[in-house]
């Protein structure tokens, strides 16, 4: 159950609706569209490594697509994520001791699992919980005009674009648990999308972070320094896991929350995706994104690039038993100074 400002928010059961009305009176109502706007008067954070952006030696955990992270406020000052265009950053913290869960999520098919793995350790059977959420990212690739005149037969698959179908999955699924969250912020679709001069729409904001101790949610970029530990190979597993059987509809689980470490389980790449790297990095920029974005002209500036090197790495490292000898994970554990050391 959704509850906004301590009102209850009543689900269409239908299941030709999949949370479509549901969501467009969220993107009305008057308590969230105050809060989208008073997160977007927030001045945006930025986390950076090798600048002294974080003087404070605050220690964060960095979630990228596909990916999703509980952390202690205990081991953690912030947990955040960025790179988000048509994905959504969804936020379920736990207000009695701060555990904070938080996934970015790219496809409906991965709401309903991915959401019972944020919440397995949030949630106490024995104790109350008052769950906050927040929602962000997304924008006006689909007009919820669109959505409004469906017909009967149309579900959120039939929809043009990809960020309201998900918007609308994560709502419905919400709505439909037992658990009852409180929803802070949506600061999605309409509210997170701005026009250049040629009416053409992107992201207000790419990412955001949230405050372990306060619960507080600041717009935030990451640079690929702060986008750590194991980057690369964290990217490619992302995009390996969408022909892996075993995935099955759950999110990557990448951070050990109670001993504050990364553990990146081996994951296959096959010589057909070294083909295909090895065709596409000869690619122009803008070919790249055509063929390999769902939002060619939202992306960030180095989106080419990310993929570049991921390419690179695996031209490099064909076999990826190289990248995981005796198929064994790889190991971070946390350094003093906030970073990450491999084991």
């Known amino acids: ?10 689900a269409h059961s239908s299941s030709t609706s999949q949370g479509i009305d549901t969501l467009l009176s ?16 927030i001045p945006e954070r930025k986390f950076s490594v ?7 030696r605050s220690k964060w955990v960095y979630v990228f697509q596909s990916e999703y992270a509980t952390v202690d406020p205990a081991f953690v000052n912030f947990v955040g994520t960025d790179e988000a265009t048509t994905c959504v950053g969804l936020v379920i913290r736990n207000q009695s001791n701060g555990m904070t869960s938080l996934a970015h ?3 409906p098919k991965i709401v309903d699992r991915g959401l019972s793995q944020m919440l397995s350790l949030l ?20 007009s919820p005009k669109h959505a409004n005149g469906r017909t009967g037969s149309e579900s959120h698959s039939d929809l043009d674009g990809y960020s309201f179908p998900l918007c609308a999955k994560i709502v419905q699924a919400l709505c ?9 912020t949506s600061c999605v679709l309409g509210h997170n999308t701005q026009r250049d001069s040629y009416g053409n729409a992107f992201p207000i904001f790419n990412g955001f972070v949230v405050e372990t101790l306060t619960g507080r949610v600041f717009p935030a970029s990451f640079d690929r320094t702060s986008r750590c530990p194991d980057e690369i190979v964290r990217r490619i597993r992302v995009t390996a896991s969408f022909e892996d059987p075993d995935r099955n509809g759950k999110l990557l689980e990448t951070y050990d929350t109670k001993k504050d470490r990364f553990i990146i389980a081996p994951c296959r790449w096959t010589l057909r995706q070294y083909r295909i790297a090895s065709t596409l990095i000869h690619h122009s920029d803008s070919e790249i994104l055509s ?8 992306e960030g500036p180095d989106f080419v690039d990310s993929l570049k090197r991921q390419w690179n790495y695996l031209i490099e490292h064909p076999y990826w038993t190289e990248t995981f000898p005796e198929k064994q994970p790889r190991i971070f554990e946390r350094t ?8």
């Open 1 to 10: 159950m959704i509850v906004v400002d301590g009102v209850p928010i009543s």
């Open 26 to 41: 969220l993107l009305e109502n008057p308590f969230l569209v105050s809060a989208s706007n008073s997160f977007k008067a």
């Open 50 to 56: 090798s600048e002294e952006s974080c003087p404070d």
């Open 105 to 107: 999520m790219d496809s």
């Open 123 to 142: 949630v106490d059977d024995n104790v109350e919980t008052v769950l906050e959420v927040h929602l962000i990212g997304g924008f006006e690739d689909v």
């Open 176 to 184: 439909t648990r037992e658990e009852t969250f409180h929803l802070q």
């Open 291 to 298: 063929m390999c974005s769902t939002s060619p002209d939202a």
């Open 336 to 343: 003093a100074d906030g970073g990450w050391t491999r084991c």
